[in-house]
Each structure stands twice: as structure tokens, then as C-alpha cells.
Nanobody, 116 residues
Framework: QVQPVESGGGLVQAGGSLRLSCVYSGSNFMFRINTMAWYRQAPGKQREMVAVVKSDRETSYVDSVKGRFTISRDDARNTVYLQMNSLKPEDTAVYYC????????WGPGTQVTVSS
């Protein structure tokens, strides 16, 4: 079973930056043809989609992160990235990657904590 593994989270002050990475393993997973996305789940809230990147590199974002976050992908490495700038305390959450639309296979996520 192909499972993503997220990394790059941490504790950062408001206004800071982090770069998240997500690697998909499994030689049978046709990463390059899939639309990929980052999701996040804050304490007490439902998981929400944050950013999407299609196979042709077209991107889209939830309004709350537009102009601050950038999603990208490296198909040769089966990896999707999320560059997060100008972080705010409300960005605090566990961040996950998955296909879009999401599948039932989630990785462990990576914790992002933004202090005020």
C-alpha cells in the first residue's frame, strides 16, 4: 500500500516560514499523473484542503493561505512540497498530503505550530 510521509513541520514565530515535504513510496504508484494536495487539521476542527497541484502544475489554494503558501511537486522524486511564508497562529495544525480528491490513505502528518 502506498503511504505518504510528511516532514518539515516545527515551531515557528508568527511571520516565519517553513517548507513541508511529502514523499510517496511504492514503484506502482503513478505519482506524476495524480493531482496532489496538502490538507491540515487544527485542534477541534475538521480537516481542510489547503492547496492543490495538478499534474500540469496548475495550482489552487484556500483563500486563507493565498499569497502566503506555495505548493509544488517533483515527479522524479514522488514528492510534493508546501512553502509556507508569513505564518500566522491560525495556521497551527497537523499538515497532511494526499491525492485530490482525497483517498483513505493518510500519512502520519507533520505538526506546525505558530506562536504569536
Amino acid at each position: 500500500q502506498v503511504q505518504p510521509v510528511e516532514s518539515g513541520g516545527g515551531l515557528v514565530q508568527a511571520g516565519g516560514s517553513l517548507r513541508l515535504s511529502c514523499v510517496y513510496s511504492g514503484s506502482n504508484f503513478m505519482f506524476r499523473i495524480n493531482t496532489m494536495a496538502w490538507y491540515r487539521q487544527a485542534p477541534g476542527k475538521q480537516r481542510e484542503m489547503v492547496a492543490v497541484v495538478k499534474s500540469d502544475r496548475e495550482t489552487s489554494y484556500v483563500d486563507s493561505v493565498k499569497g502566503r503558501f506555495t505548493i509544488s511537486r517533483d515527479d522524479a522524486r514522488n514528492t510534493v512540497y508546501l512553502q509556507m511564508n508569513s505564518l500566522k497562529p491560525e495556521d497551527t495544525a497537523v499538515y497532511y498530503c494526499n491525492r485530490f480528491p482525497q483517498t483513505s490513505t493518510w500519512g502520519p502528518g507533520t505538526q506546525v505550530t505558530v506562536s504569536s
